[in-house]
């Protein structure tokens, strides 16, 4: 009788099991205690100089800060995250904090980003500004006027938006404005060569397809990275710092390589994470 109960108890578990789809595996970039899997490369400075500690981190936050800067001289930098990806669902959850460094460009004001489809750190030129890459741009609110976040700009690259080919440096998109030193949540829906979109705190503002090299707006690069029309279908992910204090408390993503040749797989494990309130 014993036997009996547990060998109904197992198939009833089995068959909820066999019902049910395994949830979508997370993987953490960044471990919340040090820079472990990352590479640094500032403007002017070797890959892997950390200039007066630039990128920092602690107690669960990445953090960006110029406390060490006497005055910010256009040194551009980026954290490279080591491992390569394709296909996958970024997420990043941000705040700026704190006050514009000595010396930032106007422009730079509570704004920074996350490059996408970039090339290896390895690759970037010791002079070179930003990396030829896919930039989702974040931009705080100054506390009065309208400022998107999640934008597109495209430091030596193109994208086909709303069915052309867009060759402005920059596109805003439609999400609200967020001021104050608030967290914001931004995911990057990354798929290979064919799509990509921008969703803040779980609503969509940007879809575009096909990224590819070409244009300007980078500089001091090898001309052998810079292949104009070469489409970019893979690259590695970096965080900016372009001299507003930011921090980073969420930096994970979901690898969809493996579902990638297969739509209705794909499909299924977008529809999961979807239910997860985040909006394709």
Not at 100 to 124: C, D, L
Not at 226 to 251: C, T, W
Request: glycine share 10%; net charge neutral; hydrophobic share 35%.
């Amino acid at each position: 009788m014993t036997r009996l109960f547990l060998f109904f108890i197992l198939i009833v578990f089995v068959s909820a099991s066999s019902g049910h789809k395994a949830a979508p595996k997370w993987i953490s970039l960044f471990n919340g205690k040090d820079l472990s899997g990352w590479k640094v490369k500032i403007r002017n400075h070797a890959l892997g100089d950390n200039y007066a500690n630039t990128f920092s981190a602690s107690h669960g936050v990445l953090k960006v800060n110029y406390d060490g800067y006497t005055n910010f001289d256009e040194m551009f930098g980026h954290i490279y995250n080591e491992r390569k990806f394709s296909h996958y669902l970024l997420s990043i959850e941000y705040r700026f904090v704190g006050n514009q460094a000595n010396g930032g460009p106007g422009w730079a004001i509570r704004n920074s980003g996350a490059m996408v489809h970039s090339q290896a750190p390895e690759t970037v030129g010791l002079n070179q500004d930003f990396p030829i890459s896919i930039e989702v741009q974040f931009l705080g609110g100054n506390g009065k006027d309208e400022r998107h976040t999640a934008n597109l700009c495209t430091p030596g690259t193109h994208v086909v938006y709303n069915g052309k080919l867009m060759t402005d440096h920059c596109v805003n998109s439609t999400s609200k404005t967020f001021h104050g030193d608030q967290w914001v949540r931004v995911d990057v829906l990354v798929l290979g060569n064919t799509q990509i979109k921008h969703i803040v705190n779980g609503d969509t503002v940007l879809t575009y397809e096909k990224p590819q090299i070409g244009g300007g707006v980078v500089t001091d690069f090898d001309p052998k990275e810079k292949v104009d029309g070469k489409m970019l279908s893979e690259g590695y992910i970096s965080l900016q710092s372009e001299s507003h204090p930011i921090e980073f408390r969420r930096v994970e993503l979901v690898d969809l390589a493996p579902y990638a040749k297969d739509p209705r797989k794909l499909r299924s494990v977008l529809d999961e994470l979807s239910r997860r309130k985040v909006d394709f």
